[in-house]
């Protein structure tokens, strides 16, 4: 974080990444000297509502944030910045989205928690576009030019109005990433044979981790009503809405999604006053993230450490239980949205626990031909996932890791 104060000294000079906090009400006019290097500019939580037009002369600009601000409309003068190409205005007011205010360049483009109850066509006209997040506005339909939109690979539709789904989408060739839950399309009732409980039957302990959609803790029972075992973690949703969608659509998805050997294991669901909250089997200690979250750079793609490498025969026992769990999902009819090596754990022996369900949609009340085109694309986030394996593969040095080599291609 750097402050307004250090950049009116010219204490900045030369940074390519400017990140100012400081309840903000008017863009600082500073930062223009920073045109010859700046390339990304978070001006996330002010009070910013408008840009000004000389935000061109930030000639290298490549990414802008400008979550939980006051915006009402994503500015026009956006568009004529020549090498921008993610823009991040999460959180605001935005009503309008003017068909100017895309740059040609755009690959990602973040309008998630706004009012937004249409985007212009030029969205479809952007040839990078790769990621789009609109979930939570008011769309009531997409546009029909995103049918163009070749190179889109993750879009994120929960928590709008659709009325019906968007097909133009359903013959895009890289999408492989898709959540539309909380659609008036999509509404369905959930009869899952997962027990309801309190919230005052347990106990939250150290905090095991947390996302977008909520915390998840180790837990011990205060009353265990269903003699569940006692290694218990529960999942806290947070509000009313993610980055993904309504917490209530991710319980919904791992409630209708049921049991299998390589899902994180649902014992029972909370629904009061005071939580929306799901109970899970504790997971052993031993098993570890597969991968890391996309990067700025990446966009898409999984990350991993540096240094890390799998075996072939590590990669062919990963991918044949992911190849057993997306069928098992496709059986359920429940698209993932999310099937990345960052949402998985595996251990030593290359077992694999694959979790959250904060993307997941339901589509059984889809057309045929819409169900189908919807495996297709949770199909091909399988085969990027096993692309993504094989990037970080140790050579196959034996005549039998070349063998499963050919199995694990041939399955891609």
Same mark, same amino acid.
């Given at each position: 974080?750097?402050?307004?104060?250090?950049?009116?000294?010219?204490?900045?000079?030369?940074?390519?990444?400017?990140?100012? &906090?400081?309840?903000?009400?008017?863009?600082?006019?500073?930062?223009?000297?920073?045109?010859?290097?700046?390339?990304? /500019?978070d001006l996330s939580n002010n009070q910013l509502s408008h840009l000004p037009d000389s935000i061109t002369q930030l000639h290298k /600009?490549?990414?802008?944030?400008?979550?939980?601000?006051?915006?009402?409309?994503?500015?026009?003068?956006?568009?004529?910045?020549?090498? *921008?190409?993610?823009?991040?205005?999460?959180?605001?007011?935005?009503?309008?989205?003017?068909?100017? &205010?895309?740059?040609?360049?755009?690959?990602?483009?973040?309008?998630?928690?706004?009012?937004? +109850?249409?985007?212009?066509? &030029?969205? #479809?006209?952007?040839?990078?576009?790769?990621?789009?997040?609109?979930a939570g506005n008011r769309l009531t339909s997409l546009p029909a030019s995103l049918a163009n939109a070749n190179n889109l690979e993750l879009i994120r539709l929960s928590a709008n109005q659709l009325t019906e789904f968007p097909t133009q989408l359903l013959n895009l060739p890289k999408l492989a990433w898709l959540a539309f839950a909380g659609n008036p399309f999509g509404v369905q009732t959930i009869d899952a044979s997962v027990p309801k409980i309190n919230a005052s039957d347990y106990q939250l302990e150290q905090v095991l981790g947390q996302g977008a959609s909520g915390i998840i803790s180790k837990a011990k029972w205060l009353n265990n009503p269903h003699q569940f075992t006692d290694q218990i973690a529960v999942k806290v949703f947070k509000g009313e809405i993610t980055s993904d969608g309504y917490p209530q659509d991710e319980l919904n998805a791992c409630l209708k999604t049921g049991s299998h050997p390589n899902l994180v294991k649902s014992l029972a669901q909370v629904d009061d006053n005071q939580q929306l909250a799901l109970v899970m089997?504790?997971?052993?200690?031993?098993?570890?993230?597969? #991968?890391?979250?996309?990067?700025?750079?990446?966009?898409?793609?999984? +990350?991993?450490?540096?240094?890390?490498? /799998?075996?072939?025969?590590?990669?062919?026992?990963?991918?044949?239980?992911?190849?057993?769990?997306?069928?098992? *999902?496709?059986?359920?009819?429940?698209?993932?949205?999310? /099937?990345y090596a960052h949402n998985v754990l595996f251990d030593e022996q290359a077992n694999i626990i694959f979790g959250d369900f904060g993307a997941a949609s339901i589509y059984g009340n889809l057309t045929l031909e819409q169900q189908q085109a919807i495996v297709q694309i949770e199909r091909r986030a399988f085969s990027y996932f096993i692309e993504d394996l094989l990037s970080? &593969?140790?050579?196959?040095?034996?005549?039998?890791?070349?063998?499963?080599?050919?199995?694990?291609?041939?399955?891609?």
């Open positions: 974080m750097h402050t307004l104060a250090q950049l009116k000294a010219g204490q900045l000079g030369h940074i390519t990444r400017l990140q100012l &906090s400081e309840n903000l009400t008017e863009f600082p006019v500073e930062i223009l000297t920073l045109a010859d290097s700046l390339e990304i /500019l /600009l490549k990414i802008i944030f400008a979550s939980n601000n006051l915006f009402t409309e994503l500015p026009a003068i956006l568009g004529q910045c020549p090498n *921008l190409e993610m823009i991040g205005f999460k959180s605001n007011q935005i009503k309008h989205v003017p068909n100017e &205010s895309l740059p040609p360049k755009l690959r990602w483009l973040i309008l998630t928690d706004n009012q937004i +109850t249409a985007m212009p066509s &030029s969205l #479809g006209e952007r040839p990078r576009l790769q990621k789009l997040a609109l089997e504790l997971i052993p200690a031993h098993y570890a993230n597969l #991968g890391l979250p996309p990067s700025l750079a990446s966009c898409t793609r999984d +990350t991993f450490e540096q240094g890390f490498a /799998l075996t072939i025969k590590q990669i062919h026992k990963i991918v044949m239980q992911m190849a057993d769990l997306v069928q098992h *999902l496709q059986q359920q009819q429940v698209c993932h949205g999310d /099937l970080i &593969s140790e050579p196959a040095n034996t005549e039998a890791e070349q063998q499963l080599l050919v199995e694990i291609k041939q399955l891609q």
